[in-house]
């Protein structure tokens, strides 16, 4: 299923959603679903739902309702789920770590190959398998490796430092550090911001209280 | 400045980015910024920076531009920073105790004053002086202390167990679990799914690999 280059990125946005809810689905062993159950499911309107799978050509029959498992695999498919991406993390820190430990990115495809860091005492340290190296490394590690995600779960000031190295070489920045990077025409990059979301939680919390 | 009720969902999810930058700018002792160089600087268009200040009833002037400071400090108050949210974090992983070790939420009013965990190995570990509990202890903690919000940086099974102890007594979940936390009445919630943004990367790879 090739993906229209019009699809705006907000759809695209809402697909990892759907790809999990599905997913719960499948497991319990549902075989279809129709919009409007998915919609009570996931509280969004059943027009969206049609809306966002038509940006795809569709999925579904009418009246019929959709097949949870063939799309589960078109919305995995065009996710690029167990595509083989092959993952660095800069930063071994606890959300570093935390990430590097996580099992089911490989499950679903993302291999983490290379973990590196500037503290000296964390040079050797093993996650699954993978020993973190020193930030020294990185560009001689990029250049004799093929690399498509480097997550940077580093301190802001580090950045400006490790963007050089990195830049030309992966095809997307995972990017927990506290400084936005811009996109770029052959560098996908999504910018997380943890306490953006504590900050809208608050926000909620203090509307609430009113 | 009362935030009206009306305000959309949308634009209070933008807020904590315009915080962050106008953050930046007070730093560089920059005292007045135009829409259009706002806009520049934050890949939005111009006209959905002045939409969304005239929710919250302006804040600027025409051909004046804005006022860093002040409008920095009214979507501060928006956000309920520096309101001093306690919180306490279940679940002290390696995510949690990253989490329970960011110095920047204390600056920001968010006190970390209570951390559980699962595993006794943990209990007694410290982060900046607060000690690991049994998550036994939880309700008794919570009938004892005001928390605001509880931090779940534990795996999805254990969610369905913490949460009849939580709910009734904290205003807000901030969810890293798994496992989706509807929104109630007298409950904010929001979700995080790190892999999520992962996801919408390897999508966005995917499309540029065409």
Not at 124 to 149: A, C, Q, W
Request: charged residues 20%.
């Amino acid at each position: 299923m090739a993906v229209d280059k019009k699809v705006s990125s907000v759809v695209i946005r809402r697909l990892p959603r759907y790809y999990r809810y599905l997913g719960d689905l499948l497991s319990a062993g549902i075989v279809r679903i129709s919009s409007k159950e998915l919609s009570r499911m996931m509280n969004v309107t059943a027009s969206q739902i049609r809306q966002d799978f038509n940006c795809f050509g569709g999925f579904g029959q009418q009246g019929y309702g959709y097949n949870v498992e063939y799309l589960y695999n078109e919305i995995s498919e065009i996710l690029g789920i167990h595509k083989g991406r092959n993952m660095i993390i800069v930063g071994t820190g606890k959300l570093g770590m935390s990430i590097a430990g996580y099992g089911n990115f490989k499950k679903r495809g993302f291999n983490i190959i290379g973990l590196f860091d500037h503290n000296p005492d964390l040079y050797g340290v093993s996650v699954n398998g993978i020993e973190v190296m020193p930030v020294t490394e990185l560009e001689k590690f990029l250049d004799t490796h093929s690399v498509d995600i480097a997550v940077l779960t580093m301190p802001k000031e580090s950045v400006q430092e490790v963007l050089p190295a990195i830049k030309g070489k992966v095809k997307g920045i995972w990017n927990f550090s506290h400084k936005e990077i811009p996109t770029e025409k052959g560098l996908a990059v999504e910018n997380v911001h943890l306490s953006d979301s504590l900050m809208t939680l608050s926000c909620k919390i203090g509307r609430m209280e009113k």
